[in-house]
């Protein structure tokens, strides 16, 4: 894959076919992701009545293929045209909805049914996210990757502001089993978009067998020590992000009690915050470093979760989803950047296989954790502890041997 020549100037990327179709793409897609992560839901919130275990489980079988498949998938990634892995993955990804939907129209569509799904499409998800990842870093030049990175989160959370309601609208005006067809539409418009582009694959280096491959990603990993200690730090801020967005939806509903569309116009507020963040990103980053980037966004990150856990009504709920949006993406965009500026790039498929797994280790054990303490104590308790844990991670990040390294990277 060729790499951008060191004279491109930022307004010409975006005159550039293939960012153009990777960025379309990206917004087509997240347009459907924003239908599923609300249908979904609400499937299984009808399905089994509102139970708050039910939309636990749903959650943590979505962070299942990044523990389980994510190093895998990230051999193949370095082992194959990148741009033919995104294409075929986007594809499956349009099977899976569409198989889903036919089980809905046969009659035969169950939790256990919707479960499988979800586990498929995460880990298409996931596989499109890599290859994505690759791409970027083997296309443009290092000092670009910032930029792209919060440019592409850019486009994909200025469709999501819009994303949440309308899908909202749209679920209250259909059936919810109709909006499963959409988003596979979405998936079947997404490939036509990637085909426009034409990126150059460069030789893949990993030739070997899967485990001698797997191995060499895990020997950079563990070479590359601040990676490694961010990873570390990331599976706690994961952990307490996904017991949040999983609890969010069971809070809104049951206590709430918003409608569709009113939950749509919520997420949107979500989304909103997520574009303000990924807009001041490249900025912060320039100003601040790595290590007040980081610091600060776990701080922000821990008071809206605060906030959601005083709340009772939409105004302070409102404001919470903002701070979470723009704080969250914040730190993902950093943490993103870090990693392909740290990795070579014959091994960037595998590292970032690698720590996807790493970075998702507690999520599914936090997330049906979650659904069983909002059962129990409710939905401001789960919020509370998310709070707490944040904070805890803060004050720890502050000492950790982090501080020096990421302090000093800028640039």
Known sequence: MSRAPDRLRWGSLWTNQDFLGMAGASLVLGLGYQLYA????????????????????????????????????????????????????????????????????????????????????????????????????????????TEVNASLTFLQQVVAIAGPAAAGLALGLMPLRDGVLVVGATAVLGLLLLRMTHFRDAPATARGSFAADLRDGWAELRRNRPLWSLSMIVIFTNSTEGMFAAMFLYFAKDRLHVGNAE???????????????????????????????????????????????????????????????ASTTVSAIGVWTFRQESTPPGLIGRVSGLT????????????????????????????????????????????SPLRAVASGARS
């Open 38 to 145: 609300l249908d979904f839901p609400l499937l299984v919130n009808a399905l089994s009545h509102r139970s708050a275990v039910a939309i636990g489980a749903l959650q943590g079988v979505e962070f299942l293929p990044n523990l389980l498949l994510a190093a895998l998938i990230g051999v193949v990634v370095d082992r194959v045209s990148k741009r033919r892995f995104i294409l075929a993955a986007t594809a499956l990804r349009a099977l899976v909805l569409l198989c889903t939907f036919a089980l809905f129209q046969e009659g035969d569509a169950s939790i256990a049914a919707i479960l499988a799904a979800a586990f498929l499409l995460s880990a298409v998800f996931y596989a499109f996210h890599n290859a994505r990842t690759a791409i970027v870093k083997l296309a443009f030049p290092h000092e670009w990757l």
């Open 356 to 399: 996807g797994s790493i970075f998702k280790l507690g999520m599914p054990f936090a997330i049906f954790a979650s659904g069983f303490a909002a059962a129990a104590v409710g939905a401001h308790a789960v919020f509370l502890a998310c709070a707490l844990g944040d904070v805890l991670l803060t004050l720890y990040f502050l000492r």
């Open 263 to 325: 939950l749509g116009l919520l997420l949107t507020v979500a989304s909103i915050g997520a574009a303000l963040g990924s807009a001041i990103a490249p900025r912060l980053r320039k100003a601040l470093g790595l290590w007040r980037l980081f610091a600060y966004a776990m701080g922000a990150a821990a008071l809206s979760y605060l906030l959601m856990a005083m709340a009772h009504g939409m105004p302070l709920t409102a404001a919470s989803l903002l701070l979470e949006g």
